[in-house]
């Protein structure tokens, strides 16, 4: 049997890893110690896809015993996308109780110091790497999406993010010296000499309220940030999503206790249906920091209401994409239609709205007409998804039926320039899989604009007529003002509609992305090098990740005494 980790022993294997991602983040370049292949696991401790999908498999209709305390009852009705019940029951809390178990940990959790914390939580992440197979089948199952896209994106790019706020979070932790020597003079009299210490406080329990769709991806950032800050942290799952955070905790509190420390540092709170525990927990004393991300509606409400913590919110946006010119037309559409389809558009960051000049665009194929766009659009997403084995890997499954009536109302909204056509998935047959729809809309027409300034998730996208470039632009700053973006595009020949969409996006706080024709897509964003979301604008009041994503998740406490 293998020796229990201690945090010197942390701390001689992950320290060099905490190093290559502060040097990532310092650089901005490209970095990942986590593979993006299936193939790469199986050796060195990792489950290969084999013991990977019969680990998932064994979980399911069991009762997954997290051992925290104030359990008093066991609940879960989570139903696949592709119809699978998985049958797994979690711990449900008693508040009065557990809560007050997590503050139990929280002193010696912060005596540890930034870096045995920091080393702590690699440990975590190293054990969820080690099960990337097991948790893509879990994030699949839970999300809709697709095995490959849950793969990465629920495995190594969410174990990026959840590293990246680590390396975030003890970079502003060691920017004060631990201890100092103070000396003033005093001309003829001695110096006043004081020595000072520095000490990183968390300010106590954070709260992670999960998403549907991305339960890792989004989760790990503020899961990871505030643990690695000091903070308590209670994990609550969205009802639909509960597996994949549920088997982090189990993760994080195995590493927790084995190096020494409470596990009860990590908890998780599910739900009964309905129950809405978000907003109870959210406005407990004990709650210092949330996480979220989902509606703009709960967002706003924790951010007008939870006025004890430090709330950070994704919330959503209207993304758009500007299309004035392009010297790569085929390029283009073949990029814009990858980012249509990916997850059946399920992503936050997925274009909306294509602003396009009603006189048409100029390309290295001649000039387009506003309809020869739309419809080579239409043709290039056909072709993407002709295949339906091709389309189910790109579409996922539509996560709920809420999406699904979204997506069956916006055909009344305009005119049907690519109508979304049902897609049967062989292995899954109870799976609801839709391709893009895409409508055509007027910009100058106030009837339209009810439709095209609200954000419809999931596979729909309005192609916009406007003016001009110009007229574009100008709508483009007013739906970042007004409704907030999470992405912006941009396709230009011209510096001065490109100069022009870059002081939009400058002054409106938007993360913008220009004449992207390859295999980098609007709707991706790599960690370490890439900031998700701005915090500048209504979609977002945090970027996923900076140093303002982690330093208010402590406070430095000065104890100084005389020499």
């Known amino acids: 049997m293998a020796a229990e980790p201690t945090a010197s022993a942390l701390v001689a294997q992950h320290r060099p890893t905490l190093d290559q991602a502060l040097e990532a983040i310092r650089t901005r370049a490209y970095w990942s110690p986590h593979p993006e292949h299936p193939k790469a696991y199986g050796e060195h401790g990792s489950l290969g896809p084999a013991e990977g999908k019969a680990a998932f498999d064994a979980l399911l209709g069991t009762r997954l015993d997290l051992d925290q305390p104030g359990t008093d009852d066991w609940v879960g009705a989570e139903t696949s996308p592709y119809g699978v019940e998985l049958g797994v029951t979690y711990p449900h809390p008693d508040l009065d109780v557990l809560l007050p178990a997590m503050r139990a940990g929280q002193r010696a959790w912060r005596d540890a110091g930034p870096e045995v914390r920091a080393v702590v939580c690699l440990e975590i992440l190293k054990r969820i790497s080690d099960r990337t197979h097991e948790f893509a089948h879990a994030v699949m199952h839970t999300s809709g999406q697709a095995f490959m896209m849950a793969f990465q994106a629920g495995g190594p790019h969410a174990q990026d993010r959840g590293l990246e ?68 942290v209670l994990v609550k799952p969205h009802p639909r999503a509960v597996l994949p955070l549920a088997l982090t905790v189990q993760a994080a509190r195995q590493v927790l206790a084995e190096a020494g420390f409470d596990p009860n540092l990590v908890a998780l709170a599910a739900e009964r249906p ?45 993304n758009t ?6 010297d790569d037309y085929k390029g283009m559409l073949a990029n814009l239609a ?36 739309v419809s080579g659009l239409a043709r290039a997403v056909d072709g993407l998804l002709g295949d339906d084995a091709r389309a189910n890997a790109l579409l996922g499954a539509i996560v709920n039926p809420d999406v699904k009536a979204r997506l069956e109302t916006a055909t009344g909204l305009g005119e049907v320039a690519l109508a979304s056509r049902e897609i049967v998935n062989p292995d899954f047959p109870d799976a609801v899989v839709r391709t893009p729809l895409i409508v055509k809309l007027d910009g ?25 470039a110009a007229a574009g632009v100008e709508l483009l700053r007013r739906t970042i003002a007004d409704k907030g973006a999470m992405t912006v595009g941009a396709h230009t020949t011209s510096r001065e509609v490109e100069q ?34 701005s915090g500048g604008n209504a979609a977002a009041n945090a970027a996923l990740c900076d140093g303002a994503f982690v330093a208010n998740r402590f406070r430095v406490v000065e104890v100084r005494k005389e020499a």
């Open 444 to 468: 100058a027409k106030p009837d339209d604009e009810a439709a095209y300034m609200s954000e419809c998730f999931g596979p729909v996208s309005f192609a916009v007529a406007v003016d001009s």
């Open 274 to 318: 309905a129950e809405g525990i978000a907003r109870t927990l959210a406005v407990r004393p004990e709650i210092r920091v949330i996480d979220y991300t989902g509606s703009t509606a709960f967002g706003d409400w924790l951010e007008a209401n939870a006025r004890q913590a430090q709330v950070y919110t994704e919330k959503a946006g209207v």
């Open 500 to 533: 022009a969409v870059q002081d939009v996006c400058l002054e409106e706080c938007a993360q913008l992305s220009l004449n992207l024709t390859g295999g980098v897509y609007v709707n991706q964003t790599a960690a370490f090098s890439d900031f998700h979301g």
């Open 165 to 232: 706020a680590v390396a975030y979070a003890y970079a502003e932790q060691v920017r004060t010296p631990d201890t100092a020597q103070w000396s003033k003079p005093q001309g003829k009299r001695d110096p006043l000499v004081l020595t000072k210490r520095f000490v990183p406080v968390p300010r106590g329990v954070a709260l992670v309220i999960g998403c549907n769709t991305f339960p890792t991806w989004n989760g790990y950032p503020g899961l990871f940030a505030s643990l690695a800050t000091g903070n308590a």
């Open 338 to 373: 990858f980012s249509l389809s990916l997850y059946s558009g399920q992503m936050c960051t997925t274009p909306q709205n294509l602003l396009i000049p009603r006189d048409g665009v100029t390309t290295d194929e001649g000039p387009k007409s506003f309809d020869e766009v």
């Open 321 to 326: 994409v500007l299309v004035d010119s392009t």
